[in-house]
Nanobody, 127 residues
């Protein structure tokens, strides 16, 4: 079993920055892709960003491209989401996710492609 724990959420003013972290623990015996999604009440969970095992490929949702940056440290089983120039519409619960056993150079943008999910961390951006 794999566990994911997010951290770094909080309250920030519009235009500010936050850095989310997600640590994976447990039995991870293969390469894995990682991603971030977000969800606001009453709406479906939306894709934010994803990164391949070897970090050669990244992919971003349209609304965050150019403002957010995803990275990872495989030695620490950690993925990061640097969020810059935050907007009130970025307010959501942010979830990290892990996809096991995939080719090292692939990214996953769909919920069904992920095997494990964190509990989420709240990000609130005030006007």
């Amino acid at each position: 079993q794999v566990q994911l724990q997010e951290s770094g959420g909080g309250l920030v003013q519009a235009g500010g920055s936050l850095r989310l972290s997600c640590v994976a623990s447990g039995r991870i015996l293969s390469s894995y892709g990682m991603g971030w999604f977000r969800q606001v009440p009453g709406k479906e969970r939306a894709f934010v960003a994803a990164i391949s095992w070897n970090s050669n490929r990244t992919y971003y949702g349209v609304s965050v491209k150019g403002r957010f940056d995803i990275s990872r440290d495989n030695a620490k089983n950690t993925v990061f989401l640097q969020m810059n120039r935050l907007k009130p519409e970025d307010t959501a619960v942010y979830y990290c996710a892990l996809a096991l056993g995939l080719a090292p150079n692939t990214v996953q943008t769909q919920e069904w492609e992920y095997d494990y999910w964190g509990q989420g961390t709240q990000v609130t951006v005030s006007p």
